[in-house]
């Protein structure tokens, strides 16, 4: 399976939980193409979409990601497929409006989400990477 992983970071905690899964996929067989630097031009949207954003300021997309959602939400993509992990801090009330954000996007487009995304809480979780393998594995049973 081919599988798109976009990355939504500031402070690099997302880039981290990105190079944990293309690891763990590529372990497993799979052909991972990762965008640190999203595009909708690079992007293969017929690949399974791995959505791995923090969020920045006062409910932002981070810096990298934002032109990316801007035209990701001209787009019509029935026929896509997509799994959010957000990471966020609960002591802040826009927790996770990143992933948010990326999540009703993608929906916008038609997209389908396959399974309920996941927030992370860094409070909670100061590894994100191993809540975010736990999430691959269950997603991967179901496919």
Do not use: W
């Not at 487009?109 to 309920?116: D, L, P, R």
């Amino acid at each position: 399976m081919n599988f798109e992983i976009i990355v939504g970071s500031v402070l690099g905690a997302s880039e981290y939980v990105a190079d944990s899964l293309e690891e763990k996929l590529v372990a497993l067989g799979h052909h991972v193409n990762v965008h640190f630097q999203p595009s909708v031009d690079e992007v293969d949207f017929s690949n399974l979409l791995i959505v791995v954003t923090s969020t920045h300021g006062a409910g932002d997309l981070p810096d990298n990601i934002q032109s990316f959602e801007a035209a990701l939400s001209q787009q019509t993509l029935p026929d896509s497929r997509f799994i959010v992990i957000g990471l966020g801090d609960s002591s802040y009330d826009t927790f996770c409006q990143g992933a948010i954000t990326m999540e009703e996007t993608f929906k916008k487009t038609g997209a389908v989400c396959i399974s309920q995304p996941i927030h992370i809480d860094v409070l909670h979780h100061p590894v994100p990477e191993d809540e975010a393998l736990l999430y691959l594995d269950k997603v991967l049973e179901t496919l």
